[in-house]
T-cell receptor, first 112, second 112 residues
Framework: DQQVKQNSPSLSVQEGRISILNCDYT??????FLWYKKYPAEGPTFLIS?????DKNEDGRFTVFLNKSAKHLSLHIVPSQPGDSAVYFC???????????FGSGTKLNVKP | DTGVSQNPRHKITKRGQNVTFRCDPI?????LYWYRQTLGQGPEFLTY????????KSRLLSDRFSAERPKGSFSTLEIQRTEQGDSAMYLC??????????FGDGTRLSIL
């Protein structure tokens, strides 16, 4: 019963272009969403989050969009840089932060 | 470095043996989480502590798994009578109530 899904296992983008990573969820009780970045042999690193009371949150080159009616969120990276190449996980919580559900990840490759 | 520390980084053991992993969270974080990650998947929630109290436990955590956080600081995760299916990366994360989780680099368990 995977409640958070990332249907694209990989994405390849040219340096300088926009990267769009997608995530879908099934549990309407989720009200807090996060994106993590993971390099090989390291633990995930927090990137950006959004509460369900918002539909957009921006931090530098990273923007997360939330569409509650579609139960969909996306992470936009613009402009993409080679150092952004990593696995990106989306995660969701019911707001009490007791338990987080993660997607299976999307491996982003930014080509120079 | 004051991040989340996990030891050992890699554990190789024979099937049927017991193993114990340790996690040292960021010192001011009262919340501590354990996750398991297998190849191609995102982290799966195992259990959560607030201070020394274990408040949430996944059904993934069978009777062979036990976690403790005796003084509300470091935590241990023990797996008894290990099985092939226990081979995975075990991740620990910590946070304050209003922050996102900070992950350690994990302990990779390999069952021979």
């Amino acid at each position: 019963d995977q409640q958070v899904k990332q249907n694209s296992p990989s994405l390849s983008v040219q340096e300088g272009r926009i990267s769009i990573l997608n995530c879908d969820y099934t549990n309407s009780m989720f009200d807090y969403f996060l994106w993590y970045k993971k390099y090989p042999a390291e633990g995930p690193t927090f990137l950006i989050s959004i509460s369900s009371i918002k539909d957009k949150n921006e931090d530098g080159r990273f923007t997360v969009f939330l569409n509650k009616s579609a139960k969909h969120l996306s992470l936009h990276i613009v402009p993409s840089q080679p150092g952004d190449s990593a696995v990106y996980f989306c995660a969701a919580s019911e707001g009490n932060f007791n338990k987080f559900y993660f997607g299976s990840g999307t491996k982003l490759n930014v080509k120079p | 470095d004051t991040g989340v520390s996990q030891n050992p980084r890699h554990k190789i053991t024979k099937r049927g043996q017991n193993v114990t992993f340790r996690c040292d969270p960021i010192s001011e974080h009262n919340r501590l989480y354990w996750y398991r990650q297998t190849l191609g998947q995102g982290p799966e929630f195992l259990t959560y502590f607030q201070n020394e109290a274990q408040l949430e436990k996944s059904r993934l955590l069978s009777d062979r798994f036990s976690a403790e956080r005796p003084k509300g600081s470091f935590s241990t995760l023990e797996i008894q009578r290990t099985e092939q299916g226990d081979s995975a990366m075990y991740l620990c994360a910590s946070s304050t109530p209003s922050q996102s989780q900070h992950f350690g680099d994990g302990t990779r368990l390999s069952i021979l």
